[in-house]
């Protein structure tokens, strides 16, 4: 009974995405594609271009399926999309604050809103209800998972798992990543973990791993819609894996700092997983960023374009 009814919840949290995604995609239309040509000529502009583009459309994993869209398509080259790839990592912490405010006594209020608004005529109007209505989704799928993740803690087999993920980062990083990969949202691995969090059930710095390891798990989209592409537009999908399983590396010895830092920021469970995640993000994506054109030349020479004949 408790596991159906966190699945309900987690099926109210992934519908309210994907409808909130529907609306921002039918708001924005071809502009994003325009957007990503236009705005992506060095990595810097593609770095800013990728972060608004995922804010506005709420789905790093979209972003970059449609980027690699594009460059399948040759109207962006590979170099281009490393700056994109690095700015939907950054893009999606916003996903992650939003989560963190305390928005579930306004979730029915605004999903009823967003389905009034659905129903009228006009497309923009729709596809704002379809915005509005996804938002709520979202806040009630979190209220009704987090309601069932204390009655969780009488199963035996889930405080063992959490137990032992507290003792190992690797673990708790691989707890996140495979959940992000089996159920194909970040941003719902992120809710659960707030919600661990608050039933005190995992600390801050295992928290922190888990939302680690969502970040290699949400690259398995960008795998997926790479595979019978170009070339050009598989190494974008494994760059994309490359920089985000090196950001991982990079912060595994730095997650007790991190973790001492956002607790010296906020006492509120929520906002210290949200800001730890957007620190990571944001941190990664800088450093990354003057390597750019190196980082497509090691692509370029472990995913050669075309084989040299002997």
């Not at 995405?17 to 239309?29: C, K, Q, S």
């Not at 790839?85 to 604050?97: C, E, M, S």
């Not at 405080?159 to 159920?183: D, E, F, R």
Request: with cysteine.
């Amino acid at each position: 009974m408790i596991i159906t009814r966190l699945l309900t919840g987690l099926l109210l949290f992934i519908g309210g995405m994907h409808m909130m995604r529907m609306g921002l995609f039918n708001l924005a239309g071809d502009n994003m594609r325009a957007w990503l040509i236009r705005f992506t000529k060095t990595p810097a502009r593609g770095l800013i271009t990728g972060t608004l583009v995922t804010m506005i459309t709420q789905s790093s994993s979209a972003v970059s399926v449609l980027t690699i869209g594009l460059t399948h398509a040759r109207l962006l080259s590979f170099p281009q999309t490393i700056g994109i790839i690095l700015g939907t990592n950054i893009g999606t912490t916003f996903t992650t604050q939003l989560i963190a405010l305390d928005l579930g006594k306004h979730a029915l209020p605004v999903f009823i809103v967003g389905c009034i608004l659905w129903f009228i005529p006009r497309s923009p109007w729709r596809a704002v209800g379809a915005s509005l209505a996804g938002f709520g989704c979202i806040f009630l799928g979190i209220n009704v998972m987090q309601a069932m993740i204390g009655p969780l803690q009488e199963m035996r087999w889930l405080p063992k798992i959490l137990t032992h993920a507290s003792g190992n980062y690797l673990s708790a990083i691989l707890i996140g990543a495979v959940l992000t990969a089996i159920i194909q949202s970040s941003s719902a691995v992120t809710a659960i973990t707030m919600g661990f969090m608050n039933q005190n059930m995992i600390p801050l710095a295992t928290g922190i791993a888990i939302v680690l390891g969502s970040n290699i798990g949400t690259c398995v989209t960008a795998v997926l819609a790479a595979v019978g592409s170009s070339v050009p537009a598989k190494k974008v999908a494994w760059v994309h894996v490359f920089l985000n399983v090196a950001g991982v590396l990079l912060f595994i010895p730095l997650i007790q700092p991190l973790a001492s830092i956002v607790s010296w920021l906020t006492d509120s469970p929520d906002l210290q997983i949200a800001h730890s995640q957007t620190i990571f993000n944001i941190v990664c994506s800088l450093i990354a960023l003057p390597f750019t054109y190196s980082i497509a030349l090691l692509a370029d020479f472990f995913i050669p374009d075309k084989i040299k004949p002997r």
